[in-house]
């Protein structure tokens, strides 16, 4: 597939911005790899192709294993993620798929006893900026299996 435009070309200031708020919530202090596996459920939501070949190659790049990304998508089914991590998985399913989950109290209940206030905040922001780039790098056509992670330590390529 080829990409439709250059959006960080066309609009530079609306790429700035985004990457502002990406580099905000980088920086949040929230834990590198859950900030991933976030990155990775919110793009297999919305079959972001791009997005899952930079997050794998990122989190990979970070330590994780290829089994804790191969089950994600059935993360519930396995013990592999901690309570911490399935509380920011399930936040993360609840506010990607918006329309259909409404952001109930009961899961934000849930979801905030593992995540102080101040996390809570930046848990979504990371949501909220992940599908953002998900929407531009589907919208665009991205060109999946270009990106090389600058991540921690990089093992084997991943394609």
Not at 36 to 41: F, I, P, S, T
Not at 46 to 58: I, V
Not at 146 to 155: A, C, N, P
Request: hydrophobic letters at 40%; aromatic letters at 8%; a negative charge.
């Amino acid at each position: 597939m080829e990409a439709r435009l250059q959006y960080a070309k066309v609009a530079p200031a609306g790429y700035r911005a985004m990457a502002q708020l990406n580099q905000y919530v980088e920086d949040c202090g929230l834990e590198p790899l859950l900030l991933e596996l976030v990155k990775m459920r919110a793009s297999q939501i919305n079959g972001c192709a791009y997005c899952l070949d930079m997050h794998s190659k990122d989190a990979r790049a970070l330590g994780e294993s290829e089994q804790r990304l191969y089950l994600l998508n059935a993360w519930r089914e396995t013990s592999f993620y901690s309570e911490r991590e399935r509380a920011a998985l399930l936040w993360t399913e609840e506010l990607t798929l918006l329309s259909e989950n409404h952001a109930s109290d009961a899961v934000y209940e849930e979801v905030s006893q593992h995540f102080s206030d101040v996390e809570m905040v930046n848990l979504t922001l990371a949501i909220v900026v992940i599908n953002g780039w998900n929407r531009i790098a589907v919208g665009f056509r991205s060109t999946p299996g270009i990106y090389q992670s600058k991540k921690g330590r990089v093992e084997a390529a991943v394609a």
